[in-house]
T-cell receptor, first 111, second 115 residues
Framework: AQKVTQAQTEISVVEKEDVTLDCVYE???????LFWYKQPPSGELVFLIR??????QNEISGRYSWNFQKSTSSFNFTITASQVVDSAVYFC????????FGKGTRLHILP | GAVVSQHPSRVICKSGTSVKIECRSL??????MFWYRQFPKQSLMLMAT?????????EQGVEKDKFLINHASLTLSTLTVTSAHPEDSSFYIC???????????FGQGTRLTVV
């Protein structure tokens, strides 16, 4: 069965600190996609990244980076030099035949 | 990039009435549309999966007679909340997918308040 676990419910860090959001997933499929989305207070989901199960290369996009470890079924997300505007809820999601979301991590960046 | 346009963004309705939410895929054909519901400070819970031209597949615990989903074309899917009650107040969001394991495009969401 599909499952996405984001064990961190809420994290608070001071601005400019680095922060890592954890995501662990379960699936029986060998072909699947993993996503990260940001949900600011406005409610819209902002797409951050999609990674397919065959591509284990880590990715960096500006202050954001993602570490995909198939051996541990994890797809962690790191924000470097955090900013107040990064405050939001972040969801990790898994897609094989349907898209399932983790419970989200509420991130507070304190000025 | 591709867009899913969801309307209305906010709706307030009286208890017992029905509300229709539309999701249109722009610039791509959404062969599959997923519908989610999100209660305050909770995750997005999948309600149903609809494929164009087929009946929707509902997740366990979701009443198919209450949440009517229509996916009559590759660019339009609708969710109708029938006989709405205050406990149906939630944030509803759709996502369109163009094919197996391709990128999912989310609508902007609809905040439904039933009074």
């Amino acid at each position: 069965a599909q499952k996405v676990t984001q064990a961190q419910t809420e994290i608070s860090v001071v601005e400019k600190e680095d922060v890592t959001l954890d995501c662990v997933y379960e699936t029986r499929d060998t072909t699947y996609y993993l996503f990260w989305y940001k949900q600011p207070p406005s409610g819209e989901l902002v797409f951050l990244i999609r990674r397919n199960s065959f591509d284990e290369q880590n990715e960096i996009s500006g202050r954001y980076s993602w570490n995909f470890q198939k051996s541990t079924s994890s797809f962690n997300f790191t924000i470097t030099a955090s900013q107040v505007v990064d405050s939001a809820v972040y969801f990790c999601a898994l897609s094989d035949d349907k898209i399932i979301f983790g419970k989200g991590t509420r991130l507070h960046i304190l000025p | 990039g591709a867009v899913v346009s969801q309307h209305p963004s906010r709706v307030i309705c009286k208890s017992g009435t029905s509300v229709k939410i539309e999701c249109r895929s722009l610039d791509f054909q959404a062969t599959t549309m997923f519908w989610y519901r999100q209660f305050p400070k909770q995750s997005l819970m999948l309600m149903a999966t609809s494929n164009e031209g087929s009946k929707a597949t509902y997740e366990q615990g979701v009443e198919k007679d209450k949440f009517l989903i229509n996916h009559a074309s590759l660019t339009l899917s609708t969710l109708t909340v029938t006989s709405a009650h205050p406990e149906d107040s939630s944030f509803y969001i759709c996502t369109g997918v163009g094919g197996m394991n391709t990128e999912a495009f989310f609508g902007q969401g609809t905040r439904l308040t039933v009074v």
